[in-house]
């Protein structure tokens, strides 16, 4: 978790995504409709962080153009409370695309 900002710290997450799909996609469109690719940090009692668009930083994911069978490595970034970036409970990063979902522990 770092680097630190105003209201919290930033909790970083590395990722790399592939589209499998037979047409190109965005992955975390700036503006997403129906099945475009949405990502939350889930905490603690239903507690859910939206990603952060970190505009200029470079391994940053948002808006990364994927066309079908390419993957791409980077950062989805999202803006926590110091209370949960020192806490040692459960952190979950959740994907989701329309009615799909996938989740993954982060912590």
């Known amino acids: 978790f770092s680097p ?3 209201n919290g710290k930033y909790a970083q997450v590395f990722v790399t995504v592939t589209n499998n ?15 475009d690719v949405d990502a939350k940090l889930l905490y603690g009692d239903n507690y859910e962080f ?10 940053e994911i948002h808006d990364a ?13 999202f803006e926590i409370p110091d209370s949960v970036a020192s806490s040692t409970d459960e952190i979950i990063i959740q ?5 799909d979902k996938v989740q993954f522990k982060v912590r």
């Open 21 to 35: 799909g037979k047409q190109s996609m965005t992955f975390l469109p700036y503006c997403g409709f129906g099945d």
């Open 50 to 59: 939206s990603a952060t668009d970190l505009i200029g930083y470079s391994n």
């Open 65 to 77: 153009g994927l066309n079908p069978m390419s993957s791409q490595s980077g950062e989805v970034v």
């Open 95 to 99: 994907f989701t695309s329309g009615n």
């Open 4 to 6: 630190d900002s105003e």
